[in-house]
């Protein structure tokens, strides 16, 4: 498997830490529901087809990134940065 | 017997080798196979399951029968194949599945009782009684299974990994690859061009084809030498592609050093992962037997070998040769056979319509129906359109048809369709992405169409690159059409074989259809069918055709089985490479590392580190000793530890104090410059991920320190929190783990040894304070802070001063009574004082559970700390951190469960376990870290610590977490 990093182009899965779903970047503040944390840590879908997931280039620049992919043809459809996303 | 003037051997070169203790003489160039079918040996192995004689079936990897033993000084690899296997001087082969000689084999007699091993046989002989299984029945199967055998050693062979990319990869160098090659190559694309066999050409070279009107060898060569004369392209030889994978990824094995003698300055093999943007499987097609009666004796082998081992080898290994075919390809060997002076005794064409008129006989219409000869072929019979037949003949060349090798394309699902003119399966054209089947693989059999397949192959592969294509030119060759009339099984009397390496009949195919296992993976599994280490090659496609024979309902209905990689066996030692022993696992030393290793010290792995586990002296007997005298120097004197392994993590900017409150509980912001505070990180659930001190250095610079077990964890975590809460914060971290060594000085003469030593006495310096200092005008950063309560100090230094620091803390502190500790005695001094390590937050625990809920500031949100709330991470139901002293001397380990003395000893009633322990020279007894459900509330209490697996069972009192010094005057002293 070959992963796109939006900083260092397509490099080895071995570089790469898998952590989850990107439900993982929507965290619940202090003020949140305790409820919704089952959400937030543990209640995932499981699509057969397009799936988003955060990785992290560990063995490389430490950009953490949304990587999107398809679970039925293990194609890789793109990646982009989580630092973005919380930009824009 | 070899034919002169034919064959690619070096006939100036001649190679002894060895095969069952026999000495032979071949050529080099020779396989082990070719050079026994040379010097007339056609005896070359037993069946798996009938211990039948067997001799070479195929000119490839794909061989069933053929499977030697290596046997080299250190290693002893079983399964080889003959066919693949080149000789050289000095090579030592053994035949194997046979006892005690490859020509006299006990185990023979399953031959004679065959009608009993048919399919199924283990599974409804070995059912019953129920404790027959162990004791009996599983050691002699075990004894009976298997084929080769291997040494009972550890390879100590090398062995080699590697990576390599490219824009095109051509599978295959056969008429279709070399074209694609060729094409691609010149239009300036970087390809790799992969051939299992050791020369290029594939069946160019093995038919003895003309291109351009000249020997194809010809061509061949000039493409060799014009792609290998280009900077972009990689030609690898000897190198089989395995697998298909992911995203444009290959596995691939090359036999680096195999063909050669023991080579110390060469790998074995190496395992290749390739990444490809196209690629174009050009691996050609294999030909496969027809099942008739006795179809497996030594002396009959595929008409395709026949003419690879004439061609390539210049060996015919038969005086008489008769050829047994459904199609036309038969012809044009036993055309080249006579061509050679070899005499062909008939062609058997199963046809009816086909040409009759050759240099020979021919039988039309004809079947063989049975065959002579137990350790080699001496005559067949069987019928004709005519009538019948028998003939003497010593060697008989079959042809039932070829299989495209398309195996890969099966690598990610994909199934290949039945394409009925060929009689063969075909790949279908998606199969696997970026991927392109051409020529024989794709079911094109003629040489002009390899030809033509390759090259457009190349060119979609380049247009997919947006590379403007090249313009070579097709040589002229043939281009004749494939006439197939399928023939998959002869009936006779005798059995037929299909899957040859497993003794899988069309008796036994027929019995699983029979009993119910009419599917075609079932019938695999009950026949064992395709299961060995050809996984099929040579039988599953006919075996398939017996199956859909049987139960009526034609190929296309009845299925394939799919195949999966790697497309050869494959040593373990190969995709292994690199792993032995430590193999390349990273080793990190600290700078003091020769200094402790210059005292003897054991050095104990942390992570990565290496750490000094305790300093012996003189005079001590035990390892205990030294960690109870190291202790006393800490609570006595002044003792002196390496700390660098803890993660040092830089963070500056403005939002760096209001980051720190982001991932601790308790806040950051607010700490003064100068000072150090102590920390708790939860994870997103809100267990304790990491505990450590943070020093602010100025306005907007601090220090994190993280425990060594944590430190990647923590800086992923960080980097986590950065990018997905605050990338917009001013606040920048880097690892500065490397960068600094640090060590402990502890002990209530640390001051003194520190004032004596620094270059200027230390002035005001409280507990938890941070400040530079210099050290011989090294710059210096020093920390008051303690893992053992007592008064202690951490100094550090730029790396490259570590060890020079680390010695002359060591000197001044023994001229003090005291000197190094180890981890034993920083595991005891941590445990005295009750503070936590990653055996305590192991992952399980909260802030609650260790004590340290009130770190969570109700001021500030931070991560986990919503998750800390949940219901169930706190409350009386939680095992909470305790201490734990026995009531006696006893020793306790950790790992032991805590119960209330009276009940059961079952896990229901477990209240908790033991999380670390250590023998306290102060106490005189172990002491324990370990959690009890409520024990803050069981203080003053007894448990039972339990340890079934170590016989333990004490009583002990269950206390606070911290022993000593509990009001922390030591500390602040």
């Known amino acids: ?88 | 017997m070899r034919i002169a003037g034919k064959g690619l051997i070096d006939r100036t070169k001649p190679v002894s080798f060895k095969f069952d203790g026999k000495a032979y003489q071949g050529f080099k160039g020779d396989t082990v196979a070719s050079a026994l079918l040379a010097n007339g040996v056609k005896l070359v192995g037993r069946s798996f399951k009938y211990h039948r004689p067997r001799g070479v079936l195929t000119a490839g990897s794909e061989e069933p029968n053929a499977m030697i033993e290596v046997i080299g000084a250190s290693n002893q690899t079983p399964n080889v194949r003959a066919t693949v296997q080149e000789i050289f001087e000095g090579l030592n082969t053994r035949s194997q599945n046979r006892w005690p000689s490859l020509r006299f084999d006990v185990m023979a007699v399953n031959d004679m009782v065959s009608p009993f091993l048919s399919a199924g046989f283990y599974y409804k002989t070995f059912m019953w009684p129920r404790a027959f299984w162990e004791a009996i029945y599983e050691p002699i199967i075990r004894r009976a299974a298997g084929l080769g055998s291997l040494s009972g050693k550890h390879d100590e062979g090398h062995y080699e990994k590697a990576f390599a990319f490219c824009d095109v990869l051509v599978i295959g160098a056969g008429p279709s690859g070399l074209m694609a090659a060729l094409e691609a190559a010149r239009a300036g694309a970087d390809v790799i061009l992969c051939e299992e066999d050791r020369l290029l050409g594939g069946r160019l070279l093995a038919d003895d084809a003309h291109l351009d009107g000249k020997p194809a060898g010809e061509w061949v060569a000039a493409v060799e030498a014009e792609l290998k004369a280009l900077p972009n392209v990689r030609i690898m030889p000897r190198t089989t592609v395995t697998g298909a994978y992911d995203g444009g990824q290959f596995s691939a094995v090359e036999r680096v050093g195999l063909h050669k003698g023991p080579r110390p300055d060469l790998p074995r093999e190496c395992f290749w992962r390739i990444t490809a943007a196209r690629t174009v499987l050009a691996a050609g097609a294999l030909e496969r037997s027809i099942a008739f009666p006795m179809n497996d004796r030594p002396g009959i082998m595929l008409a395709s070998a026949v003419q690879t081992y004439l061609n390539k080898f210049g060996v015919v290994p038969g005086k008489r040769v008769t050829l047994f075919a459904n199609n036309d390809g038969a012809r044009a060997v036993a055309r080249q056979l006579m061509a050679a002076g070899v005499t062909v005794a008939a062609i058997l064409d199963s046809r009816t319509d086909a040409s009759a008129v050759e240099d020979c006989p021919v039988y039309l219409g004809a079947q063989v129906t049975d065959t002579k000869g137990r350790l080699g072929l001496r005559a067949i019979t069987g019928t004709h359109v005519g009538g019948e037949f028998a003939l003497e003949t010593d060697l008989l060349a079959v042809s039932g048809g070829w299989n495209p090798t398309l195996h890969i394309t099966c690598h990610l699902n994909g199934r290949p369709r039945w394409e009925a003119s060929l009689a063969a399966f075909v790949p279908l054209a998606d199969a696997v992405p970026n991927l392109q089947a051409a020529g024989a693989c794709n079911g094109v059999f003629d040489t002009l169409g390899c030809l033509r397949e390759g090259q457009a192959a190349a060119r979609a592969a380049l247009r997919g690159l947006n590379i403007a294509a090249a313009d070579a030119a097709l040589p002229t060759a043939e281009g004749l059409p494939y006439v197939i009339a399928p023939l998959w099984q002869v009936a006779g009397k005798g059995r037929a074989w299909l899957d040859f390496a497993n003794d899988v009949t069309t008796k036994d195919v027929k019995l699983a259809a029979q009993e119910g296992y009419a599917s075609v993976e079932h019938m695999k599994r009950y026949t064992t069918q395709g299961m060995a280490p050809d996984q099929g090659k040579n039988s599953n496609v006919g075996a398939l055709a017996v199956l859909a024979d049987t139960t009526g309902r034609g190929i296309p209905e009845t299925g394939t089985t799919t195949f999966r990689p790697p497309f050869i066996p494959t040593s373990i030692a190969a995709m292994g490479a690199g792993g032995r022993g430590n193999g390349f696992a990273p080793q990190r030393f600290l700078t003091s590392d020769q200094a402790s290793r210059d005292r003897a010290a054991p050095m104990i792995e942390a992570g990565l580190w290496y750490r000094p586990s305790y300093f012996p002296k003189p005079g001590e007997t035990s390892w205990l000793d030294s960690c109870n005298r190291e202790i006393g120097y800490v609570r006595g004197a002044v003792g002196v530890c390496d700390v660098s392994t803890l993660g040092k993590i830089d963070i500056q900017g403005k939002d760096a104090g209001r980051f720190l409150d982001l991932v601790y509980t308790n806040t950051f912001s607010t700490l003064s410059v100068g000072r150090v505070r102590y920390g708790l990180m939860l994870r997103a659930d809100g267990y304790v991920l990491d505990d450590g001190t943070s020093a602010r250095l100025g306005q907007d610079h601090y220090l994190m320190t993280t425990t060594t077990a944590a430190a990647g964890l923590v800086m992923r975590h960080l980097d986590f929190v950065h990018q997905s809460e605050c990338a917009d914060w001013d606040v920048r971290f880097i690892s500065v783990t490397e960068s600094w060594a640090q060590f402990a000085v502890a002990g209530p003469m640390a001051r003194a040894l520190l004032n004596g030593y620094l270059d200027q006495p230390l002035g005001d310096f409280p507990f938890m304070a941070t400040g530079a200092v210099t050290v011989g005008g090294v710059q210096a950063r020093l920390f008051r802070i303690s893992f053992s309560g007592e008064e202690g100090y951490e100094i550090a230094v730029p790396t490259r001063y570590g060890e020079a620091l680390f010695r002359d803390l060591v000197a001044r502190a023994e001229t003090m009574g005291g000197g190094p500790y180890g981890m034993e005695a920083l595991n005891v001094l941590r445990i005295e004082k009750g503070l936590i390590t990653h055996a305590e937050i192991d992952g399980r625990a909260t802030a609650f559970d260790i004590g340290a809920a009130k770190m969570l500031s109700a001021k500030k949100d931070c991560i986990g700390k919503l998750a800390a709330s949940r219901p169930g991470l706190i409350g009386p139901e939680r095992a909470q951190m305790v201490g734990l002293k026995p009531l006696s001397a006893e020793k306790i380990t950790s790992g032991a469960h805590l119960f209330i003395p009276g009940a059961d000893l079952n896990r229901v009633n477990s209240q908790g376990h033991i999380s670390s322990v250590g023998y306290s020279p102060m106490f005189d007894r172990d002491l324990a870290l370990g959690f009890l459900v409520n024990g803050r509330a069981w203080h003053g209490e007894t448990v039972r610590v339990v340890d079934r697996l170590r016989g333990i069972d004490v009583l002990a009192e269950v206390c606070d977490p911290v022993f000593h010094d509990k009001d922390g005057e030591k500390l602040r002293a």
């Open chain 1, 1 to 88: 498997m070959r992963i796109p990093c939006p900083l260092c182009g397509t490099r080895d899965r071995r570089e790469f830490y898998y952590y989850g779903s990107e439900d993982y970047l929507k965290r619940p503040s202090d003020q949140g529901m305790v409820e919704d944390l089952d959400n937030h840590l543990f209640l995932r879908d499981n699509p057969a087809g397009v799936m988003r997931d955060v990785w992290y280039h560990e063995a490389g620049c430490g950009a953490w990134m949304v990587v999107t992919r398809n679970t039925i043809s293990h194609e890789v459809l793109g990646s982009e940065l989580v630092a973005k996303q919380k930009e824009a």
